[in-house]
């Protein structure tokens, strides 16, 4: 019990330092950025004017070709790696003002939270180093490869349903306004506070909508057999295109995430950390 109670509070003074907190709200800024180029790439999308994917990997790649943007590519690499170090500790020891049930089901998101930013790092970290990093013939390789092998199909259906999953409760977070308990609402005046909900709710309704739509096409792509269709947020923009009214939709999802970006930005001063 001693260890526990001496690893829990080395995790908790490792949580209070004030470098960590200081690399965290930086990688919020840097994660808006991601954002606002991702939003950019989806309005083209919409337009049928992108040959680049549209996702995050694909906005990493559109910055590091801009001037100082393997600069910048780095600087978000090393934020998002700060931002996962901070919710794997809240994982581990965070989230005390909750109780009971509720405090595991914050740890884990926190926990889910660590994977989403360790694997923005890498693909930070891969566009830098020009490695391949087209996330969206990635996740279409690792489709396949899972369906050639015994129960792959099942793997790949529950995977999908767990994306769908993640995307309409992500809505649900947002058009419920959950994500204001998070910001310093009292440093804030009421305009920002209103700016804050309205960017938020936009925001999260607009993410969890495009990963509920990738989620829905990874079970397609096990029911039908076909990993072409699990090409990630790529594909699942461009299949929204493809729609009746498509380009309006995608249109209002892109605004969408780039309103998170810019909440991202208002997160990086208010957010708890």
């Not at 995608?250 to 708890?272: D, E, H, M, N, P």
Request: charged fraction near 20%; hydrophobic fraction near 50%.
């Amino acid at each position: 019990m001693s260890l526990t109670r001496n690893a829990e509070a080395t995790a908790a003074r490792t949580a209070d330092s004030r470098w960590l907190e200081l690399l965290a709200r930086a990688g919020f800024i840097g994660y808006g950025i991601v954002h606002l180029l991702f939003g950019w790439l989806a309005l083209q999308i919409a337009f049928g004017n992108s040959s680049n994917d549209g996702d995050q990997s694909g906005a990493l790649r559109t910055l590091a070709a801009q001037p100082m943007g393997q600069f910048l590519v780095i600087a978000i690499a090393v934020g998002m790696l700060a931002m996962a170090i901070w919710q794997a500790l809240e994982a581990a020891v965070g989230h005390r003002t909750e109780r009971g049930n509720d405090r595991l089901k914050e740890r884990i998101v926190s926990a889910a939270r660590t994977l989403i930013y360790l694997w923005l790092a890498w693909t930070a970290w891969k566009v830098f180093s020009d490695a391949n990093s087209d996330s969206a013939s990635q996740q279409q390789g690792l489709t396949a490869r899972l369906m050639e092998s015994t129960g792959g199909r099942w793997l790949v259906g529950l995977a999908g349903l767990v994306l769908m999953g993640i995307g309409i409760g992500m809505a649900i977070y947002g058009l419920k306004k959950k994500f204001m308990k998070r910001l310093k609402t009292g440093e804030m005046s009421a305009k920002t506070r209103q700016l804050a909900r309205r960017l938020g709710m936009a925001g999260y309704a607009s993410r969890g909508v495009a990963f509920a739509v990738t989620g829905l096409l990874v079970i397609l792509a096990a029911v039908n057999y076909d990993p072409e269709k699990a090409r990630g947020l790529d594909a699942a923009l461009r299949t929204l295109r493809e729609q009746a009214f498509g380009t309006i939709l995608l249109t209002l999802i892109a605004l969408g995430i780039a309103a998170f970006g810019v909440y991202c930005f208002l997160q990086s001063r208010y957010r708890k950390v």
